[in-house]
């Protein structure tokens, strides 16, 4: 077993040698998560309660985008990184997964909602995704979404950063875990689609449909729960909206600009070198962990 300490970091050209460490984690919400566990404010709460929906099944297209090309890839070290890279994003999915007991538990109806993603996004998008682009498609949207988390996952590493203050403990050693390991692996995906297909085209459509789907599918979501959000008043509404709105623009203002650097022809994730954000967190013991194994 590797400890995260371990983690390398080799740069040659422009492909990434990080390989990301696969953590079998057991965080518990429990029951006493407020049903506005985002500061309060129901909008970010529901907003937020969004992203744990699409990230489960998110990540299985990920995983399937991915392991469409594992057997063209010749690179053994990109080979172990794409081993990694699908460990860690199962356990994400499954950590995500727990909370829509909560979700459900606060009458949210979270079900209903996964059903019409799955329909929609899975079973006609994806398959037209392939018929267009190819199986390179769903690559390059995953490659386009894992440049988002890594943006993300970045924002509430940096010093001084208030994304995750307030949330109820558990929550935030979550989130920050889910961050961190965004960090480790976020080369992986952008990595095979360079060796499959070098195309600024593919590389640019991925990012255009992956952040169509990502902001329709988040604040369908989004709506979705505060409709069935049997609590929420029109005065909650309008009383969270200001904070909701403006809170993070500095957030919002930091995600467009290093959004644009993935247009460049020469971007690659590993342009910002963040392993060194991440790793007071990963050797703090804040991740509650079944077993910890190399990648
Ligand atoms: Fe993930
Ligand atoms: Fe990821």
Redesign the pocket.
């Known amino acids: 077993m590797k400890n995260s300490n371990t983690m390398q970091m080799q740069e040659t050209g422009k492909s990434s040698k990080t390989m990301p460490i696969v953590r079998r984690t057991d965080f518990q919400h429990g029951s006493a998560t407020p049903r506005y566990w985002f500061k309060g404010n129901a909008l970010a709460t529901h907003f937020n309660n969004a992203m744990h929906m699409v990230f489960p099944d998110g990540?299985q297209l990920?995983i399937r985008s991915v392991r469409a090309f594992a057997n063209e890839i010749q690179d053994e070290n990109l080979k172990e990184r794409v081993k990694a890279?699908i460990g860690?994003?199962v356990q994400?999915g499954l950590e995500h997964k727990k909370f829509w007991q909560i979700l459900e538990s606060q009458g949210l109806k979270p079900g209903d909602f996964a059903k019409w993603f799955n329909q929609l996004a899975f079973e006609n998008l994806e398959p037209l995704g392939i018929k267009v682009f190819g199986k390179s498609g769903p690559l390059a949207v995953t490659a386009a979404l894992?440049h988002y988390?890594a943006i993300m996952a970045e924002m509430a590493f940096q010093k001084d950063s208030e994304l995750f203050e307030g949330l109820p403990e558990e929550m935030k050693n979550m989130l920050l875990w889910h961050a961190a390991e965004?960090i480790e692996?976020k080369a992986v995906a952008f990595d095979v689609l360079k060796k499959v297909d070098d195309s600024d085209y593919i590389k640019i459509m991925g990012m255009l449909v992956a952040s169509a789907g990502l902001w329709f599918f988040v604040f369908s979501g989004m709506l979705h729960f505060m409709r069935n959000d049997k609590e929420l008043s029109l005065a909650k509404i309008l009383q969270d909206i200001p904070d909701f709105l403006f809170g993070q623009k500095k957030l919002a203002g930091s995600i467009l600009d290093r959004l644009f650097d993935y247009f460049r022809s020469d971007f690659h994730p590993d342009d910002h070198n963040s392993l060194e954000l991440v790793q007071n967190f990963l050797n703090s013991g804040k991740i509650p962990l079944k077993e910890k194994l190399s990648a």
């Open positions: 990540e990920f890279f860690q994003e994400h894992e988390t965004e692996h």
